[in-house]
């Protein structure tokens, strides 16, 4: 086995080696035979689907229960207001600037880490490593067309920037395409049924209707009207307007009961979800993994930000080295104490686990 001190540094290496490498969402090719190479030059034996590279512990046992580590290897892309190269690992100190440092490389290094520590150990549950692609774009080779070729799995542990606290609910998102319909006429005539007008009404209720079940984590569902578009020329009443709306869901609704809700309530506007697959998520705080989790120190919470649990139908808590409210931002980064400090608690949270 590595020395643990060893295992840092080398994570702390390949999180450089993938800042450096450009791994857009649905560009992640080199990343995937990089993290490939990493597992298979530590002693995995790592197997690749598109650009989701995992590997399970050699001590699989299907009588046992199977816990996945999972983060993602892709990026958003950076932006004009950087002032570091945001494809060059830069270290000053303990600062590690890059992008994708924070959201999610350091929770991905951490965890992969964290599977090699074990993998010459004799533990009581299967282990899955899976460092997986398209989280930024929620694409469909994500960890969710992945999950379909692993053996089943029993708890989810997903690498994200938390600060190492734990988040044990997380909001589901349904974004809608909406149209109020009304009927053209000439605008000086005053003649037709202006669908702006029509849309008012609905954009109203979007304001002020509220769902019943309000969640002790996550609060409460929340829609917001995003964009609006009406009319071709000044003279003529439009005869539609259609409207995007982002539909925050809490754990309470399942995304087909918030749908049908909104159809129900709006009979005059079609109304059409994009996806309904992006699920809200939550485990208990009695679950053995939120209950260690606790003994170690962690905080609980419910995050309003999504992630690969949105794929997950099983329990999973989100949980990795790094700050939110870096990622996406210029001059994204990571300290490596943050690094180390995940290491150890994923280590931690493993140690002597049972279900």
């Known amino acids: ?29 080199e990343t995937a035979e990089i993290i490939f190479n990493f597992l298979k030059e530590n002693g995995a034996e790592p197997k690749r689907q598109d650009n989701n ?3 399970i512990h050699p001590g699989f046992d299907e009588s046992k229960k199977t816990i ?34 924070n959201d999610a490389g350091a929770s991905a290094v951490s965890l992969l880490a964290t599977f090699i520590n074990y993998l010459n150990e004799d533990i009581p549950f299967n ?20 999950l379909p070729s692993l053996p089943k799995i029993d708890l989810g542990i997903v690498g994200e920037p938390t600060k190492m606290d734990m988040a044990i609910a997380e909001r589901g998102l349904i974004v809608f395409d909406v149209i109020a319909k009304g009927k053209t006429g000439h605008a000086a005539r005053e003649e037709g049924v202006n669908a702006i007008y029509e849309a008012l009404e609905v954009i109203n209720w979007f304001k002020e209707f509220q769902f019943d079940k ?33 539909c925050r869901v809490n754990e309470m609704y399942t995304n087909e009961e918030v749908a049908d809700i909104i159809k129900t309530a709006l009979p005059n506007a079609e109304v059409k979800p994009r996806s309904l697959r992006l699920n809200s998520s939550r485990i208990s705080i009695d679950h053995p993994i939120v209950q260690k989790g606790i003994s170690l120190g962690c905080s609980t919470y419910g995050s309003p930000t999504m992630s690969d649990q949105t794929m997950m139908a ?42």
């Not at 086995?1 to 080398?10: A, N, R, Y």
């Not at 892709?74 to 440092?101: C, M, P």
């Not at 949270?349 to 279900?355: A, E, G, I, T, V």
Request: net charge negative.
């Open 127 to 146: 282990l899955i490593v899976a460092i997986t692609a398209e989280e930024e774009s929620s694409g469909k080779l994500n960890v969710g067309s992945l």
């Open 53 to 55: 590279v995992y590997a």
């Open 214 to 246: 309000v969640s002790d984590m996550l609060g409460p569902v929340k829609t917001t009207v995003t964009q609006i578009n009406a009319g071709k020329q000044h003279n003529v009443v439009p005869d539609e307007c259609t409207m995007v709306v982002d």
């Open 1 to 29: 086995m590595l020395e643990l001190s060893v295992l840092k540094q080398k994570a702390v290496d390949l999180l450089c080696t993938l800042i450096e490498t450009q791994s857009f969402s649905s560009e992640e090719h």
């Open 314 to 355: 099983f329990d999973t808590i989100k949980i990795g080295p790094g700050d939110s409210a870096r990622s996406h931002t210029p001059d994204e980064y990571i300290l490596i104490s943050e690094i180390e400090h995940g290491i150890d608690r994923y280590i931690k949270l493993l140690k002597d686990f049972n279900f």
């Open 68 to 101: 996945l580590l999972n983060s993602h290897h892709d990026t958003v892309k950076f932006g004009s207001s950087w002032t570091y190269n945001a494809l060059q690992a830069t270290i000053e100190g303990d600062r590690l600037t890059g992008l994708g440092s």
